[in-house]
């Protein structure tokens, strides 16, 4: 049975951890192995310790960049982190950041972090167990948490 990684966050304003765990056990059996980190920083490492010590054959890496100028630098330094990781271990990390200013106010943001954390646990689980899925929406504008773009009208 695959395992997979899940890895969140303190400073988070949202149980993002929670909200994977559940779409995940709502769509296939599986094992999951969670780690709660504090901050978007502390993901790469975490992510790459589920991977080789925990034996987990992708991992979710959950955070929210906050909304001053040095979350958004932190949150770059954390996704260069998370690729570097992904690419140390050639296993992949689906990083979920939900930035703190993406949603008007406080309940537009917690639709935002469920909904995007949910829609890329469905990815995690194309990717494991049904990666056809994902080449039949190739090219088809999805977007995760809000509306999808859609294909370009030509
Ligand atoms: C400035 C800053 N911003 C964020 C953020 O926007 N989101 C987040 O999850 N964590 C932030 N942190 C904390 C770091 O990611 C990390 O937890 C600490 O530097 C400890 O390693 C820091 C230090």
Redesign the pocket.
Known sequence: MPTIGIAD?T??RYNMGRAAIDEIQKNVSVKIKRVT???????PVAAKKLIEEEGCDIVMAL????A?E??????HE?SQGIIMAQLMTNTHIIEVFVH?NEGKDEKELAFLMDRRTREHALNVIKLLFKPEKLIREAGTGQRQGFEDAGPLRT
């Not at 040095?70 to 949150?75: G, L």
């Open positions: 966050t400073f988070a980190v504090p901050g978007i920083k502390d993901l955070g929210m960049p906050g001053k040095q979350d958004k630098i932190c949150a954390a703190e």
